[in-house]
């Protein structure tokens, strides 16, 4: 359980380095009348819209499993193991029972005070 966990919170760092990158690359709403006028990336790997595109799929995914890696974390912490059967196959705690607290104190014996040692005789 503990490799599992330890992997799930692997997953979401990557997702959420992952997250912050693309959102650093992307080009703001402002950027758009600039490569219109060839002064954007037209001529590049994905052309003018398609790296936009591709940049806000790929953090949608991204968004996803960090979304999904949460949920599972959440969901592990939350989890309560059951007390194991052990050998004997059942489970089975011993009665507790409480007695009053005024009927414990009054059937414990009372010890006589002793003597003070440091008396001074009159």
């Known amino acids: 359980m503990l490799f599992l966990k330890t992997l799930i919170i692997v997953v979401q760092l990557l997702s959420a380095l992952g997250i912050i990158g693309l959102v650093l690359l992307q080009h703001g709403k402002g950027a758009d009348m600039g490569a219109a006028f060839g002064s954007g990336a037209s001529g590049s ?19 996803t499993v960090f979304f999904i890696t949460t949920l599972a974390l959440t969901y592990i912490g939350s989890y309560k193991s059951r007390p194991s059967a052990g050998l004997l196959g059942s489970v089975t705690a011993p009665a507790a029972t409480s007695a009053p607290a005024s009927a414990a104190i009054a059937s414990a014996p009372v010890a006589a005070p002793a003597p003070a040692s440091n008396a001074v005789p009159k």
């Open 45 to 63: 790997l994905f052309g003018a819209t398609g790296s936009a595109n591709f940049l806000s799929r790929t953090t949608a995914i991204l968004a």
